[in-house]
């Protein structure tokens, strides 16, 4: 499976981006999909994930009612929709496909693919 992120860019705070991340090479019905963040300087870190079936979501307490993560199995997508922007939020922005238990625990050597990075940059 490849993953490929796309929407990044720079924004001002306040503002909103909405990343997507595709799968190629076969279906990611069967996963959980995810996304993970990684500021300048810092580790990576848990963003937000959906089951495979879309109806579970789970979030950072960080981003918490600012971002939205949601999937279409029909074409191999995953979307995080991100408002409210903070400075904070700065980081390159990884999709990632697993178990839910591994990408909600930030158990990331055991996640299973990963997409390149798309940036996201919010000033202030």
């Known amino acids: 499976v490849q993953l490929q992120a796309s929407g990044g860019g720079l924004v001002r705070a306040g503002g909103s981006l909405r990343l997507s991340c595709a799968a190629y090479?076969?279906?990611?019905?069967?996963?959980?999909l995810g996304w993970i963040r990684q500021a300048p300087g810092k580790g990576r870190e848990f963003v937000a994930a959906?089951?495979?079936?879309?109806?579970?979501?789970y979030y950072a307490d960080s981003v918490k009612g600012r971002f939205t993560i949601s999937r279409d199995n029909a074409k191999n997508t995953v979307d995080l929709q991100m408002n409210s922007l903070k400075p904070e939020d700065t980081a390159v922005y990884y999709c990632?496909?697993?178990?839910?238990?591994?990408?909600?625990?930030?158990?990331?050597?055991?996640?299973?693919?990963w997409g390149k990075g798309t940036l996201v940059t919010v000033s202030s």
């Open positions: 990632a496909a697993g178990t839910e238990t591994y990408l909600t625990m930030s158990n990331f050597p055991y996640i299973d693919h």
């Open positions: 090479g076969r279906t990611v019905s069967n996963y959980a």
């Open positions: 959906v089951g495979g079936s879309g109806g579970t979501t």
